[in-house]
């Protein structure tokens, strides 16, 4: 089971984490699952880019973009060549390392 290391974002893991997930697992379920709630705004139906998040290693483990998702993440913001969206993005057997941008396109948050 891959292990995701997720850095440390201010509002969503203030101290980091390293979870466990297993393959097949989208990165947004994972970190949902381990109570880190990162934005999804439209559900994980790849619509929207505030599940945007930034591999740092382990990049070339994950699916394969598809259009859809690229046309997406050029909504991005803080857009990076290791961007993915984390609902589109599907755990191999290999461990990440992930980063959550500090800002995502949507400034409006339901929850504030």
Known sequence: ?????????PEYCPEGAHIQ?????????ALL????????ACDMSCACTTCHVVVR?????LNELDENEEDMLDRAW???????LSCQ????????????????????KEKH
């Open 1 to 9: 089971m891959p292990t995701i290391k997720i850095l440390p974002h």
């Open 21 to 29: 997930a297993p393959a097949g697992t989208s990165i947004c379920e």
């Open 33 to 40: 699952d381990h109570d880190i709630e990162i934005e999804h």
């Open 57 to 61: 290693e382990g990049f070339a483990s």
């Open 78 to 84: 803080g857009l990076e060549p290791q961007s993915r």
């Open 89 to 108: 993005a599907i755990l191999g057997q290999q461990d990440l390392v992930v980063e959550i941008p500090k800002y995502s396109i949507n400034l409006a």
